[in-house]
């Protein structure tokens, strides 16, 4: 018997859109396709306590690692 696995909406506490979080399936979600640094995971951890979406991931990845380079 097959188990059904329910992912959970959540909103991105960053952009407030709404997305599927697949954290009982974490190799399927979405965040496990975006490379995130150390130096993002560390903001991120600090700076929220819930799953970001894709897109704010992805923002985060740009926008911490274009300031570390150009400093």
């Known amino acids: ?10 909103i991105c ?3 407030k859109n ?3 979080c697949k954290v009982s399936n974490i190799a ?3 965040c496990t396709a975006i490379a995130v640094s150390l130096v993002t995971r560390n903001y991120i951890s ?9 897109n704010c991931l992805q ?3 740009k ?7 150009e400093e």
């Open 1 to 10: 018997m097959a188990v059904q696995v329910k992912h959970e909406q959540k």
């Open 13 to 15: 506490p960053h952009c």
């Open 46 to 54: 600090t700076h929220f306590e819930d799953c970001l979406c894709g």
């Open 28 to 30: 399927h979600c979405g």
């Open 59 to 61: 923002h985060f990845e």
């Open 63 to 69: 926008l911490l690692n274009t300031t570390i380079t």
């Open 18 to 20: 709404l997305f599927d």
